[in-house]
Structure formats: C-alpha cells, structure tokens
C-alpha cells in the first residue's frame, strides 16, 4: 500500500526554467511533509518541510505547496539549476505515527545547460 | 563536524549469514533511525532509537533487529539474509525524537548473493 506517490519517475527541465515535482498521499493523518533530495552514493539531503496547518512554505529558490484537499504537494524549484539534478523524495509524517517518515519513490530530475 | 557516519560502505554477503551494520550520529544527537532502500523505491522505515530505547518499528520481519549504545551510536542487525534483503541501508540522526530535518548518512549498501 503506497501511501506517498510521486506518479512522474523523471523530468527534465532547462536551466534557469522552473522545475515543479508532485507528490500525492493517501493518509489524511499524514500532518508534516518534507521533500529530500539525494545524489548517487550519498544520503537523502533534507530540503523543506511544511506543516499541515500552512499551505506553502519558501526557503530561496525552493517553494512547497500543500493542498490538504487534494491531498497534493508540490516542489517548485526557480530558477533551476544543472547541480539540482538529483533525485527528489517528498515524505510525509503523523504526529504519534512512531516517528517514522513515509517516502515516495522519488523523481529523478535533469536539468539541462 | 563529522555527519553522520556508517560503515561498512558496501558489504557482500551469502544467503542465510547474519549482517550487521553500524552507524555513529552527529555529536550530539540522541535519535537515529533505520531505513532500507530497494532500488527504484524511496526509503523504508525499520526502527527509531531514541535515548537507547526503541520508539518506532516499521513492518519488517523479526529478523531485523537493531540497538542503540551508551554513546548513541546503534547497530542494525540481520539474520538469516535472503536476496530480497539486498538493498542500501541508511542511517539517519536527531537531535530530538521527531524525524524532522533528520540528518542521513551516505549508507550501507549490502547485496545477498
């Protein structure tokens, strides 16, 4: 049972362009989310998180939408640059879940010169 | 300052050995967690040490099992590996009990033969 989707596998985007990732869930319990960016043959890297109370949250390039409706977020990334081509896990937590993050399976992002 | 720190890097193992992997976190930091990541999936949760306690399991079976040191350092352990159990092992530190903006380290990668 997937509850975390991330449905696109890939995307490419040119440099300097916005770069918009998605991410669906199931669980309506789920009340804080984060996106995590990873390099190959190294760690997930924490990048933003938004709480379920807000609907979007900024840090520099990196914007998070929530819509708790739709049970969507979105990753907006401007402008995107070629060391933003990583791979992208949006991961959602319950408040008395144990603690534990539940991950999607990620998005590859390419952004092209 | 160190991160967070696992070893071995890569390990190779036959079907039916016993593993185990370990991992230092960041001074400081009295929680880790342990995530397992098949390839082309996103992370899974197996356990949430906090203050040498467990305070969260993810559905694995009871050959996983895991312990945090005095140092808060942790061990996660596996018995009887099957091919399935073929996959990156991360390892992930806090400095509270709560998963965000917790630090990763680059991981394990373990492969059953």
């Known amino acids: 049972d997937q509850q975390v989707k991330q449905n696109s596998p890939s995307l490419s985007v040119q440099e300097g362009r916005i770069s918009i990732l998605n991410c669906d869930y199931t669980n309506s319990m789920f009340d804080y989310f984060l996106w995590y960016k990873k390099y190959p043959a190294e760690g997930p890297t924490f990048l933003i998180s938004i709480s379920s109370i807000k609907d979007k949250n900024e840090d520099g390039r990196f914007t998070v939408f929530l819509n708790k409706s739709a049970k969507h977020l979105s990753l907006h990334i401007v402008p995107s640059q070629p060391g933003d081509s990583a791979v992208y896990f949006c991961a959602a937590s319950l408040t008395g879940g144990g603690n534990k993050l539940t991950f999607g399976t990620g998005t590859q992002l390419k952004v092209e010169l | 300052d160190a991160g967070v720190t696992q070893s071995p890097t890569h390990l190779i193992k036959t079907r039916g050995q016993h593993v185990t992997l370990r991992c230092s976190p960041i001074?400081?930091?009295?929680?880790v967690s342990w995530y397992q990541q098949v390839l082309g999936q996103g992370p899974q949760f197996i356990f949430q040490?906090?203050?040498?306690?467990?305070?969260g399991r993810g559905n694995f079976p009871d050959r996983f099992s895991a312990r945090q040191f005095p140092n808060y350092s942790s061990e996660l352990n596996v018995n009887a590996l099957l091919l399935g159990d073929s996959a990156l092992y991360l390892c992930?530190?806090?400095?509270?009990?709560?998963?965000?903006?917790?630090?990763f380290g680059s991981g394990t990668r373990l492969t059953v033969v």
């Open positions: 992930a530190s806090s400095q509270q009990g709560r998963n965000y903006g917790y630090t």
């Open positions: 001074s400081g930091h009295k929680s």
């Open positions: 040490y906090y203050e040498k306690e467990e305070r």
